[in-house]
């Protein structure tokens, strides 16, 4: 019987070349497959991107469990490459982070991250944060490697903010004992200097990601750069979500003053081709019925 690869499996295989995987971060499924149309292998469901475009309202533990699985199984129902979703704190106690894994892995996502804030969580790059203590951040950890298995095909990406509060060596330590405890691929959050990247790099093993938020706590390195230092993935949170708002933004105040926007819209056959108009009446000749003309 032939293999079929899951999300899991191809994430695996990009993390077993070794070279460093920039990550783009999506927000809804358009987002996502422009990232795919763009040839990048590997994207990461934005919980800060998520909750402005789903709901309206910053990062800060307002999404739901539900809202936030809902949003990541349409996404990964638009797109082929693997994506990352964003567990938060897991929702609740260890059950609940057990039932988190599960519930990502069902949708399709590739991976998980559960993190070790106090909830309702922060932005990683925002005020107001604060880690739980350290054995119930490894409980999060401990079941959320048990759902994986118990048979959820998913990678765990652990992640801890206590770089914040408790400093860099707490950060470090509390990241190898998630990797002991199984965790896939290592996240110390808002590091603020190189010395410190290549610190946590140096220290901690296997898979580690870095999170690059313009004009945040960490410094904007070049993809190079952070392969060098020892990092594999490279994620940008905002990038498209901030690049999105001010050309909505510049767009809206061009037609407000009854100017010409041409000249900031994307063309309506590429529009239409990213979208995927022209697949569909390809795909839909096949049927009397789904035929129309136009």
């Not at 770089?163 to 190898?176: K, M, P, T, Y």
């Not at 407000?256 to 041409?262: I, S």
């Amino acid at each position: 019987m032939t293999h079929i690869q899951t999300p899991a499996d191809r994430l695996r295989a990009l993390l077993a070349t070794g070279d460093l995987i920039t990550m783009p971060c999506c927000f809804d499924a358009l987002s996502a497959k422009l990232i795919e149309q763009e040839g990048f292998g590997l994207t990461f469901m934005s919980g800060f991107a998520t909750s402005a475009a789903r709901i309206g309202e910053p990062d800060l533990g307002l999404m739901s469990y539900g809202e936030v699985l809902d949003q990541a199984r349409n996404i990964t129902d638009a797109i082929s490459i693997p994506m990352i979703g964003d567990g938060d704190t897991g929702y609740g106690n260890a059950m609940n982070v057990r039932r988190t894994v599960t519930g990502f892995a069902k949708a399709g996502c590739a991976a998980v991250m559960i993190e070790d804030q106090l909830a309702p969580k922060r932005c990683g790059h925002t005020k107001g944060k604060e880690v739980v203590e350290r054995e119930e951040a490894f409980d999060r950890i401990r079941a959320a490697v048990d759902a994986q298995k118990a048979g959820a095909d998913i990678l765990i990406l652990a992640r801890t903010d206590a770089r914040h509060q408790h400093g860099l060596s707490e950060a470090i330590d509390r990241a190898a004992k998630f990797k002991e405890l199984g965790a896939d691929i290592l996240f110390v959050e808002a590091p603020k200097s190189v010395d410190e990247m290549r610190t946590l790099c140096a220290e901690l093993p296997g898979p580690k990601m870095a999170n690059i938020v313009e004009g945040g706590e960490t410094p904007d390195l070049s993809p190079q750069e952070l392969h060098e230092i020892g990092y594999q993935i490279a994620a940008y949170p905002l990038s498209l979500m901030a690049a999105a708002m001010k050309a909505m933004v510049e767009t809206l105040q061009t037609m407000k003053q009854g100017q010409p926007r041409d000249d900031k819209l994307m063309g309506w056959t590429d529009l239409r081709q990213r979208i995927g108009f022209d697949d569909y009446y390809v795909v839909s000749e096949r049927y009397a019925s789904s035929r129309r003309d136009g």
